[in-house]
């Protein structure tokens, strides 16, 4: 028996017209793209750059969203399976970016520091209907070009389930890339079992 909730919003119609809608919006009004280095890659896959507006044909899309993996498997630090990522399922876990936090021991409201993240993620980690563990401080006592690195950082010490997590940059991305590599024992096993 399934026990997961699933959800309907709106009748499948509805969810059609808008899709449609944002494909129509994507196509005739587009996107604000500010990284140069993604405007040159949207026009050189067929989109109309001009100046920081992109705009995005629908059949691009399409073809973008036909290429993706139907059901992503997620697993835990340990490499048990975790979460099956598509389809109808549904998981649960804390969401992300306060930037200020009710201290756990004297109850002051003040700005979050990185050893807020430890102890959220630990709790997630106790709680079994929580699926994965995403931290729920903007760290504010770290250099702040770096607070993405050090809330990973925090999580992978103090849970064994799946992280869901964001980087401020390229640089920041593969460095937290190389970090679950490390505690994945190398960048094929994290590839193999992701966590």
Same mark, same amino acid.
């Given at each position: ?17 808008v ?6 919006? $994507? ?5 604000s793209?500010?990284?140069?280095d993604?405007?040159k ?14 705009k ?12 993706a993996?139907?059901i ?7 490499g ?10 549904t998981?649960v ?6 930037p200020?936090?009710?201290d ?7 700005p ?6 430890a102890?959220?993620a630990? $709790? ?7 699926d ?21 950082d ?8 799946p992280i869901?997590?964001?980087?401020f ?10 970090l679950?590599a ?7 096993q ?6």
């Amino acid at each position: 028996m399934n026990t997961r909730p699933i959800f309907e919003v709106m009748a499948s119609e509805n969810r059609q017209a808008v899709i449609d809608q944002a494909f129509r919006l $994507l196509e005739t009004n587009g996107v604000s793209v500010f990284s140069e280095d993604a405007k040159k890659y949207y026009a050189g896959s067929g989109c109309t750059v001009d100046g920081d507006n992109v705009k995005i044909p629908t059949a691009l899309v399409k073809k973008c969203i036909a290429s993706a993996p139907s059901i992503i498997e997620m697993f835990d630090r340990t490499g048990k399976p975790a979460m099956h990522v598509g389809g109808r399922n549904t998981y649960v876990g804390p969401g992300p970016t306060c930037p200020n936090f009710f201290d756990i021991y004297t109850g002051e409201r003040r700005p979050a520091r990185k050893n807020d993240a430890a102890p959220t993620a630990r $709790l997630a980690d106790g709680l079994k209907h929580m699926d994965f563990v995403m931290s729920m401080v903007m760290i504010g006592d770290t250099k702040k070009e770096l607070a993405d690195i050090h809330e990973v950082d925090a999580m992978i010490r103090n849970t064994t389930k799946p992280i869901v997590t964001w980087a401020f940059n390229a640089k920041n991305l593969q460095t937290i890339i190389d970090l679950c590599a490390a505690v994945a024992g190398g960048l094929e096993q994290l590839q193999e079992k992701p966590f």
